[in-house]
């Protein structure tokens, strides 16, 4: 399952990142259980996200932007 997840990831990541609004992606936990993870600094963004990738949920949490340190 590792593997799938890490590959799930890696399409969810190359499918989002760049659009308008998506500030990030993240393998995480949602009640327990791996989910893939979407942050956006801009709720439109929401909109055009899919809703599982590889099988696991994405779930969309709503950031700022994120900037390099």
């Known amino acids: 399952m590792a593997d ?3 590959e799930a990831y890696r399409r ?5 990142m760049g659009r308008k609004g998506v500030s990030g ?3 995480g936990r949602d009640g327990g259980r ?4 979407v942050y956006v600094s801009d709720p439109a963004a929401e909109r055009t996200v ?3 990738m590889g099988g696991y949920p994405v ?3 709503r950031t700022g932007a994120f900037k390099r340190l």
Do not use: F, Q, Y
Not at 12 to 16: D, F, K, Q, S, Y
Not at 34 to 37: D, I, Q, R, V, Y
């Open 34 to 37: 791996p989910c893939l993870k």
């Open 59 to 61: 779930v969309v949490e």
């Open 25 to 27: 992606t993240a393998i």
């Open 50 to 52: 899919p809703k599982k």
């Open 4 to 6: 799938d997840l890490k």
């Open 12 to 16: 969810l990541t190359a499918e989002v």
